[in-house]
């Protein structure tokens, strides 16, 4: 079971959007749109930003988005700002009813 | 509010066994929606999810630890537990507990969809270091 590759850093300006991309197999990302992404600050423990690829828990800033093609699927974060400067892990569903996550991005505001 | 804290020794000596229990309060771990799961993270590493469990005690895990892992549940006490035999130094990780929604339809005023695992809330995760 491998884990989903992300790329390990991103950076952008406040205001701009970002784009982590989330690549796996058809067995996990490409098999089933049970896809979730996870926001952790430094020390703390990780919070739901995006589930079932592209939906938002309530309280979550739509400035969150969430999408899949193929294997891989994307989250991107519009407007960006210095509060969203964190560490971002993809995770999926797999064919054998695991879960498997991403390698983790380190996002930086620049 | 639903609240998971785990609890457990900070220190492991190698080649024994890692014991940790998540206590969940603001809820029932019975459930029929969710189900619990532990997930790790070694120091400056990503996620690593080890396993999970129903409150009828069905299990998954990780192909890679189920020959070391066991996780139980008791319901009476609203308690969800783990266990890694023979530890090593690899074993060290911050070990969170959290809920996950079932896989399964689901439907909200008439509108059903197909919803997947995914893990809200998290504990505030424990360390446990392996060394003698």
């Known amino acids: 079971q491998s884990a989903l590759t992300q790329p390990a850093s991103v950076s952008g300006s406040p205001g701009q959007s970002i784009t982590i991309s989330c690549t796996g197999t058809?067995?996990?990302?490409?098999?089933?749109?049970?896809v979730s992404w996870y926001q952790q600050h430094p020390g703390k423990a990780p919070k739901l930003m995006i589930y079932?690829?592209?939906d938002r828990p309530s309280g979550v800033s739509n400035r969150f988005s969430g999408s899949k093609s193929g294997n891989t699927a994307s989250l991107t974060i519009s407007g960006l700002q210095a509060e969203d400067e964190a560490d971002y892990y993809c995770?999926?569903?797999?064919?054998?009813?695991?879960?498997?996550f991403g390698t983790g991005t380190k996002v930086t505001v620049l | 509010q639903l609240q998971l804290q785990e609890s457990g020794p900070g220190l492991v000596k190698p080649s024994e066994t890692l014991s940790l229990t998540c206590t969940v309060s603001?809820?029932?771990?019975?459930?029929?929606?969710?189900?619990w799961g532990w997930i790790r993270q070694p120091p400056g590493k990503g996620l690593e999810w080890i396993g999970s469990i129903y409150y009828s005690g069905s299990t998954n895990y990780r192909p890679s630890l189920e020959s070391r892992v066991s996780i139980s549940v008791d319901t009476s006490k609203n308690q969800f537990s783990v266990k890694l035999s023979s530890v090593s130094a690899a074993d060290t990780a911050v070990y969170y507990c959290?809920?996950?929604?079932?896989?399964?339809?689901?439907?909200?005023?008439?509108?059903?969809?197909?919803?997947?695992?995914?893990?809200?809330?998290w504990g505030q995760g424990t360390l446990v270091t392996v060394s003698s």
């Open positions: 995770s999926s569903y797999t064919s054998i009813s695991t879960q498997v």
């Open positions: 603001g809820g029932s771990i019975s459930s029929s929606s969710y189900y």
């Open positions: 058809s067995s996990d990302v490409g098999g089933y749109n049970y």
């Open positions: 959290a809920r996950a929604l079932r896989l399964g339809r689901y439907c909200t005023n008439g509108v059903c969809s197909d919803r997947g695992p995914w893990f809200d809330p």
């Open positions: 079932d690829v592209s």
